[in-house]
C-alpha cells in the first residue's frame, strides 16, 4: 500500500511538471523560431528541449523560475546542435567596451521615436533574424521575455555584464538595420536625401 | 550628470536595472536634456516594439500533441 501511495504521489508530482512545462510551450516556440528562423528546426528544436527537460526534470527546484530553466536547456541545445559547440568560442564580444557615443555625435543616424510604430512587425522581427546569434538571444530574454540581466546571465552563463554589453550592442544594429530600412522604404528621409 | 554618464546608464533605466538613487539622476538629466530625452524615448520605443512585434505567433498544434505524448 505504502507503494501504491508514493507510485501516486510521484504521477502527480511528475503531472504537474508537465502541465507547468507544457504552458510555456509557445513562448519557447517562438524564442526557438527567432533563434533558427526555420519551422522545422524550430519545432525540432522544442522538442528536443522538452525531452531533455523531462530527463533532467529533477535537477528543476519546484517554485523556480521554469521559463528560464527551460530557455537555458533550449539554448544550449541550439548551440551544440545548430552551431557546433558553446558559443564562448564565437565570441563578438570583442574589448567589451561600450560604443555608446557616436550616436549622439551623428544625430542624423538616429531614427524619431515614433518612427518604429510606423514599420511593418515583419520587418521588425526580420531585423531581430539578422543579429548575430550571441546578440540575438539577449534580445529574446531582455527585451521580449522580460527577464531581469541577472536571469538572463543565469541562462546564458555569462556574467551581468557580458548581458549588458551584448544588450547594447544588439540594440544599437537594432536601430541601425530599422533606420536603414526606414530610409529605402521611404518612411524616413534623412537630411542627404532631401538636399 | 553629464550626457556621457547619462547614456552609459540609459540601458539599465529603461530595463529597471539602476537602484532609486542612479534611477532618480538619469531622471533628472532627462528632464532638462532633450538629445538624451529624444533618445531615451527611442530605447523605450525600441524595446516595446521588438517585444510586440516579437510576442506573436503560437505552436503548431502537431508539436504540443507530440509534446502532450511525450509529457504524460
Redesign the interface.
Known sequence: MVLVAEHAAETEQQ?RF?EE??GH??T???GA??LTRD?ARA?DL??DT??RA?RYQNSYQVGTNMKAWLFAIMRNLFWDRFKGGRPEDVSLDGDGQ?A??D??RD?SA?????V??R?A??E??KA?EQLPELHREV??L???E?F??KEAAEVLGVPIGTV?SR??RA?RQ??KL?YDYARESGIVHSKGDEA | MNCTDCLEKLDRYVDRELTDAELNEVRRHLAECPPCEDLYRLQVNLRRVVKVCCDQGVAPEQLRSRLRQILF
Open positions: 503531472d508537465a512545462a507544457i510551450l509557445d519557447l516556440y517562438r523560431l527567432r519551422p519545432e522544442v522538442q522538452y525531452v523531462l561600450f555608446l557615443y550616436t549622439l544625430p538616429m531614427p524619431e521615436a515614433d518604429l510604430d514599420i512587425a515583419e521588425v522581427v531581430v534580445v529574446l531582455v527585451d521580449v522580460g531581469a540581466y549588458m544588450l547594447h540594440r537594432l536601430q530599422l
